[in-house]
Structure formats: structure tokens, C-alpha cells
């Protein structure tokens, strides 16, 4: 139990094009969906937090206008980075909460960017 | 500012052998909190989550728990060369509704 998915798992595109990422919890409902960014040799940066049916609250110094997230259903959340540039390359992760009592949270298995 | 710290590593343990990682907070408000392993390349995946003080034991993996100490750490009994990988602390505040997460402690297991 517990899976979420994402997709695509590598995408490769010029700069100035945007890319939508798709992030699934598979066999329970999220109501809760984290975006993660990762860059070679570093930690996980949270980007933004998002509920189903609500905006997404973004961290200091993510721009919301360039990563946009949208979090329709209990089990589907995307993020769309626009106008991409190559500092935009990196691994971008993607996990859900459950609806339940624990607090554990589950990681997609992470889409890497490259922006050309 | 709410912090996780880890040693970032390596630690390097022989196989066979018991690997400590550890792990402090600074939010005595966080209240859940997890250990996941993150292979090269990969995304983190949840080893542990312990709740309460004490011990926690799943399989080769306990996690302890020290609120009063703002501490948490996992052994890993009788290491496998597989377990060499990246493994994250993380907190939970249900107040903030984050995880906050340390840098990571790379373990290395011998042959």
C-alpha cells in the first residue's frame, strides 16, 4: 500500500517550454501533496505545499507564477514549471499524506528535469 | 528557524555490524517523526515513523525517541552492503503541517 506515482520520470526540454509533472497517489486518498526539489549532493528544499480543492502554499523564494501547482482530485496533484530555464534542471519529487491518523508521507519515485 | 540536524557522514561500518545514525530537533512542538534511505538518484523511502519515547523495533531497524532530549535515532542491526545510502531525519509539526528534514548521514557498509 501506499504508492505514488509520477510522471514522466526524466524530461528533457528546451528553454523558454514549460513541463507539467503528474504526481498520483495510487491506493489511498492525499489530502495533502508536498512538491520537493532536489540538487545533486544536496538535501530536499520543499517548494510548496498543496490540499486538494485549495491553493497551494508556496515556500519563501519559490515563485509561485514560474511552478504552478494544481491539486484537483485526492489523488492527483501536478506541477507545471513555465518559461523553464537551465537552473530549472533538477530532480523534482513528489509525496503524498494520507487521510489517516499517522503522519507518514510517501514519495514518488521523482521526475529529473533537464532544461536545455 | 526549525531545524533537523544530522552528521552528513560517511559513517562507515564494517558488514555485520550495528550503524547508529542520529539525528537532533529544535522544535519541541514536533511530534512525529520518520527515517527514510535514499539510494543515489532515487527518491527517499520511508524506513521508520516512531511517535512516542522509547524504542520502536521493524525487522533489522529501531528508531528511539527522546523528547525531553530532542533526539531520535536509528540502528540498523547486522548490516548489508545494501543498506549503504543517503538516510534522512524528518519532523512533523502538525501546527506548521511540514516535514522538516536534515541534510542526511551517508552510510557506508564494508564487504
Known amino acids: 500500500g501506499a504508492v505514488v506515482s509520477q510522471h514522466p520520470s526524466r524530461v528533457i526540454c528546451k528553454s523558454g517550454t514549460s513541463v507539467k509533472i503528474e504526481c498520483r497517489s495510487l491506493?489511498?486518498?492525499?489530502?495533502?501533496m508536498f512538491w520537493y526539489r532536489q540538487f545533486p549532493k544536496q538535501s530536499l528544499m520543499l517548494m510548496a505545499t498543496s490540499n486538494e480543492g485549495s491553493k497551494a502554499t508556496y515556500e519563501q523564494g519559490v515563485e509561485k507564477d514560474k511552478f504552478l501547482i494544481n491539486h484537483a482530485s485526492l489523488t492527483l496533484s501536478t506541477l507545471t514549471v513555465t518559461s523553464a530555464h537551465p537552473e530549472d534542471s533538477s530532480f523534482y519529487i513528489c509525496?503524498?499524506?494520507?487521510?489517516?491518523?499517522?503522519?507518514?508521507?510517501?514519495f514518488g519515485p521523482g521526475t529529473r528535469l533537464t532544461v536545455t | 528557524q526549525k531545524e533537523v540536524e544530522q552528521n552528513s557522514g560517511p559513517l562507515s561500518v564494517p558488514e555485520g555490524a550495528i550503524a547508529s545514525l542520529n539525528c537532533t530537533y529544535s522544535d519541541r512542538g514536533s511530534q512525529s517523526f520518520f527515517w527514510y534511505r535514499q539510494y543515489s538518484g532515487k527518491s527517499p523511502e520511508l524506513i521508520m515513523s516512531?511517535?512516542?519515547?522509547g524504542d520502536k523495533e521493524d525487522g533489522r531497524f529501531t528508531a528511539q525517541l527522546n523528547k525531553a532530549s530532542q533526539y531520535v535515532s536509528l540502528l540498523i542491526r547486522d548490516s548489508q552492503p545494501s543498506d549503504s545510502a543517503t538516510y534522512l531525519c524528518?519532523?512533523?509539526?502538525?501546527?506548521?503541517?511540514?516535514?522538516?528534514f536534515g541534510t542526511g548521514t551517508r552510510l557506508k557498509v564494508l564487504a
Open positions: 516512531i511517535y512516542s519515547n
Open positions: 509525496s503524498a499524506k494520507g487521510q489517516g491518523a499517522g503522519y507518514e508521507q510517501y
Open positions: 491506493d489511498f486518498q492525499a489530502t495533502t
Open positions: 524528518a519532523a512533523y509539526t502538525s501546527g506548521t503541517y511540514k516535514y522538516i
